[in-house]
């Protein structure tokens, strides 16, 4: 990534990630992504908001020089994970005289990560201030956004808002600004499905904070920037609200048959009755593919066979998945089919219990499916088909 101007006053220095195709070991990023960087440059004081990740270090200190940095007063630490701080300490030892600027939260864990020391740290609080001369930058506390040490910082007199993770996408572009296109939305559901779904009720209330300010420019730390906030803005009003849709995401895995045909039975069942469905093979799916289809659905359905005396492990890990993400369906329910015995109902529901839904009756069969499982699952699709009738603004009914 090259040094570019965003803003009077603000330069783009970060880096572009085009190779990386995982984060954290856990998340794929099959559109590579960016650490983003700015420098914002005051009449009196210089400031840097964030760093990036260890290894493209390179691309942050080529675009300073190119920028001209020679002095940086100020970093700006909006968050301390690693793909923010991995230069921190580089950038201290070339600028002896920068402080690092965050809250009290991130002050702590930069020491803990990095070894920052504490007298090179200066902490902020909620709507505090910092001049840079003929700039200023307003900070305002937004824990869990991911993390608990989360803030935003403000640039006042260009209304443009650093927003951290918040409002991001994993998505390396040469484009400096989104584009409204099919690549930039699948992107930035992906980022929220796996990163912020979990802190979706704390979201609605930042996304208030955010419109107060009136940002003519949002600048997250991943992906293309923001040149028409109402965009990502609209977008995340959608996917934090209330409203689940007329849909039913089953996520299964099957070993010799059985689970996948009570799937498929199931899946019929729905279609008849006007429902839609995403029938997700788990262990050839991608798990952030998973994690985009639990955004808005109703109802989730967990299937599974059994593996000894509990579920498959596949099965296993995308519901450990949708238990952690927490998204905001009604309905869910669990269907399990096993040789001799086992747990696997119990076992997944179990795994269940961060979801604020009503469980739905489980259908499980020893063996292949019979008549009376058929059944069974036909009862099944009556009830998600009534749940969703009461519950959905877009159900409409078979055709």
């Not at 880096?15 to 559109?31: C, E, G, K, V």
């Not at 009720?201 to 997250?220: D, Q, T």
């Amino acid at each position: 990534m090259s040094a570019r101007s965003v803003a009077p006053g603000v330069l783009s220095v970060g880096a572009i990630d085009w190779d990386r195709r995982l984060f954290d070991d856990l998340i794929p990023l099959p559109d590579g992504t960016s650490y983003n960087v700015f420098l914002v440059q005051g009449s009196e004081k210089v400031a840097l908001i964030d760093s990036v990740d260890s290894g493209t270090e390179m691309s942050l200190m080529t675009n300073l020089v190119k920028a001209g940095a020679e002095r940086i007063d100020y970093i700006v630490v909006n968050h301390a994970e690693q793909d923010h701080t991995g230069t921190l300490p580089l950038l201290l030892e070339m600028y002896p005289e920068a402080s690092v600027v965050t809250n009290k939260t991130c002050k702590d864990l930069l020491m803990l990560f990095h070894g920052i020391p504490e007298e090179r740290i200066t902490v902020v609080g909620d709507r505090e201030t910092l001049s840079l001369g003929d700039r200023t930058l307003e900070f305002l506390i937004t824990p869990w956004v991911h993390w608990p040490d989360t803030m935003l910082t403000y640039l006042r007199e260009e209304r443009v808002l650093f927003s951290c993770d918040f409002l991001g996408s994993h998505l390396a572009t040469s484009d400096l600004f989104v584009r409204d296109t099919e690549e930039w939305r699948r992107a930035a559901k992906r980022y929220y499905a796996e990163i912020m779904m979990p802190f979706r009720n704390s979201i609605k209330g930042y996304l208030e904070k955010v419109r107060g300010l009136a940002p003519r420019m949002i600048c997250p730390s991943h992906g293309p920037l923001h040149d028409d906030p109402e965009l990502v803005l609209s977008a995340y009003d959608g996917w934090v609200s209330d409203e689940v849709k007329n849909e039913v995401v089953i996520a299964y895995a099957s070993m010799h048959g059985s689970t996948r045909a009570m799937v498929e039975h199931l899946v019929d069942a729905l279609i008849e009755r006007g429902v839609r469905v995403r029938q997700i093979h788990v262990p050839s799916t991608e798990l952030g593919e998973l994690a985009m289809a639990l955004v808005d659905p109703a109802t989730i359905v967990i299937a599974a066979p059994t593996v000894l005396f509990g579920p498959h492990p596949a099965v296993v890990t995308a519901a450990y998945l949708t238990n952690a993400l927490k998204p905001k369906a009604r309905f869910a329910t669990v269907m399990t089919s096993y040789g001799w015995g086992g747990r696997s109902v119990e076992i997944l529901k179990g795994m269940l219990g961060q979801l604020k839904v009503e469980f739905l009756d489980p259908v499980q069969v020893k063996g292949y499916p019979t008549a009376e499982t058929m059944e069974s699952i036909r009862v099944l699709a009556d009830t998600i088909r009534d749940r969703h009738k009461a519950t959905t603004a877009d159900y409409i009914g078979p055709a």
